[in-house]
């Protein structure tokens, strides 16, 4: 067993080492918080702020979150939790066409349930980018203004081509040095409609020389008619996000901006936009800087919005929250838990490096939590009848079966012998293979808190599938009584009597791709969606399990574990999605 307690201390990473510098520097002393987001007059005589960090979570609303948001999650959350820091929720709606709604509550909820709240002492963190378009709009006049940026009327693919290559320098555009005064009043016009889409963008005048190509005077604003679900039809212009995201954190007073890798080269803009505003007093000091991290790659799994979005609606799957996917809507249903992901962004860690995580160490890790937050019952899923000849016809008799192997506390369950049980197909052989220590004609097994019994016989049909196996039992092996231990047997299976027991459906899940790393090296990750993802089967099961609320956790002895879907179930007609097998069976080669 391992100890759940060690294997959850939060490792160090190099984030970690960044903010512990910062504390001992008191790099962030003299940072100051109104006690809502805005520029340098709004921070300038509030008091210091209470958070000693401030980091946030910024999905952009257009789509639902992954496992690869909740490594996010818990980091920057984790992160202000331990450096007595404040966590944003501020939702990155700047592109106003894929965004919506249901995507934000759904988010929210998401968060929620990695136990994770914006709210600190009554007070509420969560922000919309989009409330920040007028200072953004302000900014950028105010980068005009003092000769930093300019408004380009080449047309798309002009700037493309004169933004140079890798080897090649660019060209400067014939409007950068226009006079501020027409940059201005091109700029205005951008905003009040008079321009038609992407017929001019604001660009940010740096140095198309740059061996940095985002250098390259990079667009800052561009024409969109476009329906926002916060501002409506105000605007027809946009920020970009690498504009705006740098505002966005220092209207916040974020300290550590943390973001994935691909962003590193976005880094000097970012520090370039900060400097340039509080250069012109439209920002203060301290800034927020930007950290880069590895994201998380899940083996046989896709963590792209855009990939996940057609899986959803070309019908691959059922929807959003279909238990295959790696949504955290998916996960939940599948009976993935918070403490299951906790553990296993722990172990997993944050790096530098880009890398592949085997899907094995999120299954591990949920099989860890589960494995010490699940009571045990029995399921036969796939049954056949079993029938003790020599056990007499009407009685039923007690055997207990203890909850939970690990924590007697819980205490032991009444399950009913009877003389008609099912027990599983596959723990029958009319011709044993060689290290079966299951049933077959002669051979002995002890049935789990119960007897020990003798296979004596078999039936068969008409197409010679076996329908039955008959057995007799030994009266002094009862578990649990003296000397019931006498008889030796190497099998031990697991049963429920027919007249205690219900019929239901289960849902085998497995791997939604059977490719290890789907899509990779031009190929289609379409095409290699598993066949066998969902295997829905109609099982025996104990009694009590009918009566359990949707969500309820159990592991099914000998199978793994198993949650009663919060979806699909009705009262009294659970259906159960197979979490994990207790085992890992992937076959590696
Ligand atoms: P996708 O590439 O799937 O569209 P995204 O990065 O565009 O994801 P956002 O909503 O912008 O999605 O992401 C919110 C936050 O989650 C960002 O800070 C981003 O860095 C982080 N994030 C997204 N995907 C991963 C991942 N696979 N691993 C770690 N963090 C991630
Ligand atoms: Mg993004």
């Not at 001992?24 to 958070?51: F, L, V």
């Given at each position: 067993?391992?100890d759940?307690k060690?294997?959850?201390?939060?490792?160090?990473n190099?984030?970690?080492?960044v903010?512990?510098r910062?504390?001992?520097?008191?790099?962030?002393?003299g940072?100051?918080?109104?006690?809502?987001?805005?520029?340098?007059?709004?921070?300038?005589?509030?008091?210091?702020d209470?958070?000693?960090?401030?980091?946030?979570?910024?999905?952009?609303?257009?789509?639902?979150?992954?496992i690869?948001?909740?490594?996010?999650?818990?980091?920057?959350?984790?992160?202000?939790?331990?450096y007595?820091?404040i966590?944003?929720l501020?939702?990155?709606d700047t592109?106003?066409?894929?965004?919506?709604?249901?995507?934000?509550?759904s988010?929210?909820?998401?968060v929620?349930?990695?136990?994770f709240?914006?709210?600190?002492?009554?007070?509420s963190h969560?922000?919309?980018?989009?409330?920040?378009?007028?200072?953004?709009?302000e900014?950028?006049?105010?980068?005009?203004?003092?000769g930093h940026?300019?408004?380009?009327k080449?047309?798309?693919?002009?700037?493309?081509?004169?933004?140079?290559?890798?080897t090649e320098?660019?060209?400067?555009?014939p409007?950068?040095?226009?006079?501020i005064?027409e940059h201005?009043?091109?700029?205005?016009?951008?905003?009040?409609?008079?321009?038609?889409?992407?017929?001019?963008?604001?660009?940010?005048?740096?140095?198309m020389?740059?061996?940095?190509?985002?250098?390259?005077?990079?667009a800052?604003?561009?024409i969109?008619?476009?329906?926002?679900?916060?501002?409506?039809?105000?605007w027809c212009?946009?920020?970009?996000y690498?504009?705006?995201?740098?505002?966005?954190?220092?209207?916040?007073?974020?300290?550590?901006?943390?973001c994935?890798?691909?962003f590193?080269d976005?880094?000097?803009?970012y520090?370039w936009?900060?400097?340039?505003?509080?250069?012109?007093?439209?920002?203060?000091?301290p800034?927020?800087?930007?950290?880069?991290f590895?994201r998380?790659n899940?083996?046989?799994?896709?963590l792209?919005?855009?990939?996940?979005?057609?899986l959803?609606?070309d019908?691959?799957?059922?929807?959003?929250?279909?238990p295959?996917?790696?949504?955290?809507?998916?996960?939940?249903?599948?009976?993935y838990t918070?403490?299951?992901?906790?553990?296993?962004?722990?172990?997993?860690?944050v790096?530098k490096?880009?890398?592949?995580?085997?899907?094995?160490?999120?299954?591990?890790?949920m099989?860890e939590?589960?494995?010490?937050?699940?009571?045990?019952?029995?399921?036969?899923?796939?049954?056949i009848?079993?029938?003790?000849?020599?056990?007499p016809e009407?009685?039923?008799?007690?055997?207990f079966?203890?909850n939970?192997?690990?924590k007697?506390?819980?205490?032991?369950r009444?399950?009913?012998l009877?003389?008609?049980?099912?027990?599983?197909?596959?723990?029958f052989?009319?011709?044993p293979?060689?290290q079966?220590?299951?049933?077959?004609?002669g051979?002995m097994?002890r049935?789990?808190?119960?007897?020990?019994?003798k296979c004596?016989?078999?039936?068969?049909?008409?197409?010679?599938?076996?329908?039955k196996?008959?057995?007799?039992y030994?009266?002094?092996?009862?578990?649990?009584?003296?000397?019931?231990d006498?008889?030796?047997?190497?099998?031990?299976?697991?049963w429920?009597?027919?007249?205690?027991?219900?019929?239901?459906?289960?849902c085998?899940?497995?791997k939604?791709?059977?490719?290890?790393?789907?899509g990779?090296?031009d190929t289609?990750?379409?095409?290699?969606l598993n066949?066998?993802?969902?295997?829905t089967?109609?099982?025996?099961?104990?009694?009590?399990?009918?009566?359990v609320?949707?969500?309820?956790?159990?592991q099914?002895?000998?199978?793994?574990?198993f949650?009663a879907?919060?979806k699909?179930?009705?009262?009294?007609?659970?259906?159960?999605n197979?979490t994990?097998?207790?085992?890992d069976?992937?076959?590696?080669t």
């Amino acid at each position: 067993m391992s100890d759940h307690k060690t294997t959850t201390q939060a490792p160090s990473n190099f984030i970690r080492g960044v903010i512990e510098r910062d504390l001992a520097n008191q790099s962030y002393a003299g940072k100051t918080w109104a006690g809502t987001p805005g520029d340098a007059s709004h921070h300038e005589k509030a008091p210091m702020d209470e958070a000693k960090i401030r980091t946030r979570f910024p999905p952009e609303p257009n789509g639902y979150l992954h496992i690869g948001h909740a490594k996010s999650i818990f980091l920057n959350f984790g992160l202000a939790k331990d450096y007595d820091g404040i966590c944003h929720l501020r939702f990155d709606d700047t592109n106003p066409e894929k965004e919506n709604q249901e995507y934000v509550d759904s988010i929210k909820s998401n968060v929620s349930w990695l136990g994770f709240s914006w709210e600190q002492n009554k007070t509420s963190h969560l922000y919309f980018a989009s409330n920040y378009f007028n200072f953004m709009y302000e900014a950028a006049e105010s980068l005009i203004q003092s000769g930093h940026a300019y408004v380009d009327k080449q047309s798309p693919d002009e700037i493309r081509i004169n933004r140079g290559t890798l080897t090649e320098p660019g060209k400067n555009s014939p409007w950068r040095d226009k006079s501020i005064e027409e940059h201005l009043t091109w700029f205005r016009e951008m905003r009040d409609g008079k321009h038609p889409d992407g017929s001019m963008i604001l660009r940010a005048k740096i140095d198309m020389a740059s061996p940095n190509i985002n250098l390259r005077d990079p667009a800052i604003y561009r024409i969109k008619r476009a329906h926002h679900h916060n501002t409506g039809d105000t605007w027809c212009i946009y920020p970009m996000y690498t504009f705006a995201h740098p505002i966005e954190d220092a209207l916040e007073k974020i300290t550590h901006s943390i973001c994935t890798l691909e962003f590193e080269d976005q880094r000097p803009f970012y520090d370039w936009i900060l400097d340039r505003l509080i250069e012109n007093g439209l920002l203060s000091k301290p800034q927020p800087r930007q950290y880069e991290f590895a994201r998380l790659n899940l083996t046989y799994a896709v963590l792209s919005k855009r990939k996940l979005i057609e899986l959803v609606e070309d019908k691959h799957v059922t929807g959003w929250d279909d238990p295959r996917l790696p949504t955290l809507e998916g996960a939940r249903r599948r009976g993935y838990t918070p403490e299951g992901f906790k553990l296993f962004t722990d172990r997993i860690g944050v790096s530098k490096a880009d890398s592949w995580i085997d899907y094995a160490t999120l299954e591990e890790s949920m099989r860890e939590v589960l494995n010490i937050s699940c009571e045990r019952r029995i399921a036969v899923l796939d049954p056949i009848e079993l029938e003790i000849t020599n056990y007499p016809e009407n009685i039923e008799e007690d055997c207990f079966a203890p909850n939970h192997p690990l924590k007697p506390e819980l205490e032991k369950r009444i399950v009913k012998l009877s003389k008609s049980l099912w027990i599983e197909r596959e723990d029958f052989m009319e011709v044993p293979s060689k290290q079966f220590f299951r049933l077959y004609p002669g051979n002995m097994v002890r049935l789990r808190y119960g007897y020990v019994v003798k296979c004596t016989s078999f039936e068969k049909d008409v197409n010679d599938k076996v329908t039955k196996v008959l057995c007799e039992y030994l009266p002094d092996t009862k578990s649990g009584t003296p000397g019931s231990d006498s008889v030796k047997v190497k099998g031990n299976i697991h049963w429920v009597s027919k007249n205690h027991c219900y019929h239901g459906t289960i849902c085998l899940y497995d791997k939604l791709f059977s490719a290890e790393h789907p899509g990779s090296q031009d190929t289609n990750y379409l095409e290699q969606l598993n066949p066998n993802s969902c295997i829905t089967i109609e099982a025996a099961l104990e009694k009590s399990l009918e009566a359990v609320k949707p969500g309820e956790q159990f592991q099914f002895e000998r199978h793994g574990y198993f949650v009663a879907d919060i979806k699909d179930s009705k009262p009294n007609q659970p259906i159960f999605n197979r979490t994990v097998t207790l085992k890992d069976t992937s076959q590696k080669t």
